[in-house]
């Protein structure tokens, strides 16, 4: 069974305060690694496709890593509009697979 | 572009009463998902449809949850009766891919459910 786990559940920031989100997964071979962000009452936003372990994708303040165990979203000196929830979800390979499992997220606050 | 558009955002029943979710794709998309979203956790997918057809609806708990996607476009999820458990966020999303193939999911608003 596809696992995701997302740490930590929350994190507070200082504006300017550089860190790293976890998402860690358990799949049975990987066809993608998704990054979205959830503002409250609203939908999730999609971020980043990872394909394969090595591969990096940048977007602002916003950098996304993939290994063959987790992937790490790196916020370089964020802003309060950074705060959000964040969601990883993966996809399984396999002819017939098409289902994100996603993890819990990681509520991140920036404060100005 | 635009985005998933999804009706009505707020819904408050009282239990035992039906309730149905809208949901308009991004044109061009042929699939089309519902998820439930519970506070504090991730997505969880209800119901898949690839152009008109239900290929995957082994989550959706069938006596009192429907769904349907006519000409393969619009779809509208129906729950009835409403429980108080079934209060949550209903998401639609939608992608131009097909099984097997990388699903970058884009997600209308959502619908937040209230069973009173």
């Known amino acids: 069974e596809d696992q995701v786990t997302q740490s930590p559940e929350a994190l507070r920031l200082q504006e300017g305060e550089s860190s790293s989100l976890n998402c860690s997964y358990t799949v049975s071979g990987l066809r993608g690694l998704f990054w979205y962000r959830q503002d409250p009452g609203k939908g999730p936003e999609f971020l980043f496709t990872?394909?394969?372990a090595g591969e990096e994708k940048e977007k602002e303040r916003l950098k996304a890593t993939l290994t063959k165990k987790e992937s790490f979203l790196h916020i370089t000196a964020p802003k309060p509009e950074d705060s959000a929830t964040y969601l990883c979800a993966v996809q399984a390979s396999g002819a017939g697979s098409y289902q994100l499992t996603f993890g819990k997220g990681t509520k991140l606050s920036v404060i100005p | 572009e635009a985005g998933v558009v999804q009706s009505p955002r707020y819904k408050i029943i009282e239990k035992k009463q039906p309730v149905a979710f809208w949901c308009n794709p991004i044109?061009?998309?042929?699939?089309l998902y519902w998820y439930l979203q519970n506070l504090g956790q991730g997505p969880e997918l209800l119901i898949r449809y690839e152009n008109e057809e239900a290929v995957d609806d082994s989550q959706l708990p069938k006596d009192r949850f429907s769904a349907e996607r006519l000409k393969g476009v619009d779809s509208t999820l129906k729950i009835q009766p409403a429980e108080l458990g079934d209060s949550a966020v209903y998401l639609c999303a939608s992608s131009r891919g097909t099984s097997g193939r990388i699903q970058e999911q884009f997600f209308g608003p959502g619908t937040r459910l209230t069973v009173l």
């Open positions: 044109s061009g998309h042929n699939t």
């Open positions: 990872l394909y394969s």
